[in-house]
DNA sequence: CTGTTAGCGCCTTCAA
DNA sequence: TTGAAGGCGCTAACAG
């Protein structure tokens, strides 16, 4: 390994000079400079971050960590956090905490270790909170995006929970609907806390009852079996028989749709359905379902904004909130009129 | 920031006693063992990495550089390199490269710099070479997935382009097409070339000619418009013109269908589609596609393992080469007999 | 403008 | 089984 004293030796000068080029200090003479540079890159010499961050507590390592880089909402997120990370200089490390806040914690301690300079997440639940707080407790700045967590104060990126999921069931009111489901995530899940209350207040605005029947908690993953709860909801009496559901995100809507068709339930002459968050499209064909598109990239892209700016001190003291609006695509899935 | 020594103060022993302790060694009495992590455990003390890379020369850290997470393909590479690094105990740096071969060099010196422990990359083209070069040069260990680099030995995951290209070509031949056109990638990519040679062989084999018109080179980007290509191609004498299409990659795939539908050529009664490689199917309908699909998290996932056994010297001398079969789904898209 | 000294947190080596 | 000294590669602080 070439270290900087190699390359003092050969150019006839200090160690300490040779780390004044590397750091592009003020005051060096042209042509020792120069001469330094050369040598630098004859030998190829590149600098030893450890040694670096030894004394400067600084790795230019950032961390993302999701619940899962496969959910395409994370995929872009990743993307973005990842431009805007390498565009300011920075590196960035993957995690998967697979909604475990164990893995989380496992992974936390890890970024303690490397010394990582902030780390933006997507908490796995509400029980997340003492894994941010020793991040914190250790100094390492942290965003939080998608999912807030209660009397947390950070910098964070929301989705418009309340007046997406507002609009998606308004849309479905608008439609006639009267008795709407709500297919939710896990309860200790931030966005399942809010968009279910955005749920309830608007069936409440508009008159409508809230049915306990009608609220169903999933989780989020992929590929998930709800036959038994849609039969459950589609055996009540026509009363209080769903005639639409509510998907409070991308997966828990393919599954709906998915389960729906399985059993036989025609979407949207018998139930319609609408969905928080969308996927990407990779058919040639038009989607089906209809969706509040979130802006994933820059979920990632604005938090790490807002995370480097917190750790390079050119931020405001007092956490910022970003909200992003969503995007609605009403499309075939709850296009059917109801009397 | 807690040390060693705040350890070792509050436990009335030495730094190195602390030091044994962290790192599991066998020579230490029980009972100072017990009191030295008691004190770890209240003080919340963990680790420096930065201090520990200096001496071992090893940082846990590893990187995965691809061209885009956000292609599905990489997505779940990633998700198969995180899933086994995690496991193994290490962390994992996510660098999009974008097919650019400057931005590959610019994460290299900064992998470098990093003291990455290894890299699994999937190389930009060819001219990776020399980034790669320059990973080993400085005893860093590579793995290469799904693009080979000719004269380079190292570890590496391949797909079978041969028998997955051939197989692709045989079920359309076996339609009866005799003009199978070829949208490959980029040509300086190895699987491009794989994959162009593999389509020449097999159109040869079965005695039809190899029509220069009929190949074309697109890049591997989402969402790019091939209508010119297919004008002209489809303004080809009729002996000429292609009734079929071999897409070498999942996007050109997709690109292939919406630019044909686009311009009115119906898939698959005018042109039928195949395609080497998938894209996920997130909508409750049947996937029109024919492709070949790649077990994708498994590149990362045995790279990976590749890569660890590598860097811990468990591996044989001698350069491994793994190559994953596809999985055949023929649809809709190629199934139009011919006469 | 350039060099010297000391030390970041940890571990290797040797000694007790 | 434990400890002391020295150094990994780099830079802050001071001196010249």
Chains 1, 2 share one sequence.
Do not use: W
């Amino acid at each position: 390994m070439v270290t900087i004293y190699d390359i003092a030796k050969k150019a006839n000068v200090s160690a300490m000079t040779v780390s004044r080029v590397i750091n592009q200090a003020e005051n060096i003479s042209d042509k020792t400079r120069k001469k330094v540079e050369d040598i630098i890159k004859e030998l190829n010499y590149v600098p030893n971050n450890s040694a670096r961050s030894l004394i400067s507590k600084k790795t230019k390592i950032l961390s993302l960590m999701i619940t899962d880089i496969a959910n395409p909402f994370f995929t872009n997120v990743a993307r973005g956090a990842e431009d805007k990370a390498m565009q300011m200089g920075y590196q960035l490390m993957l995690c998967n905490s697979d909604e475990s806040v164990e893995k989380e914690s496992k992974y936390v301690d890890m970024l303690i270790s490397t010394g990582a300079d902030g780390v933006l997440i997507a908490p796995a639940n509400d029980s997340s909170k003492k894994n941010i707080r020793k991040l914190t407790k250790y100094n390492i700045p942290v965003v939080l995006i998608d999912r807030h967590i209660k009397d947390l104060k950070c910098d964070q990126v929301l989705s418009d929970n309340e007046t997406t999921t507002r609009r998606l069931m308004e849309h479905l009111i608008g439609q006639g609907h009267k008795n709407i489901a709500i297919i939710n995530g896990p309860p200790d899940v931030a966005t399942t806390q809010d968009r279910y209350r955005a749920y309830h207040d608007t069936l409440t605005l508009h008159g409508l009852p809230v049915n306990r029947k009608l609220i169903h908690h999933s989780h989020f993953f992929r590929d998930s079996d709800l036959s038994t709860t849609i039969k459950l909801m589609m055996e009540l009496p026509k009363n209080e028989r769903p005639t639409a559901m509510f998907a409070t995100s991308n997966f828990i809507g393919l599954n709906i749709v998915k389960s729906l068709q399985k059993n036989n339930v025609k979407v949207p002459e018998d139930v319609a359905v609408v969905c928080y968050d969308g996927v990407p499209n990779y058919t040639g064909s038009e989607p089906f379902l209809t969706a509040a598109e979130q802006p994933s990239y820059n979920f990632g892209y604005m938090g790490m904004q807002m995370l480097i700016e917190r750790i390079e001190n050119t931020a405001p003291e007092q956490p910022r909130k970003i909200v992003l609006p969503a995007e609605f695509n009403i499309r075939a899935s709850s296009l059917y009129k109801r009397n």
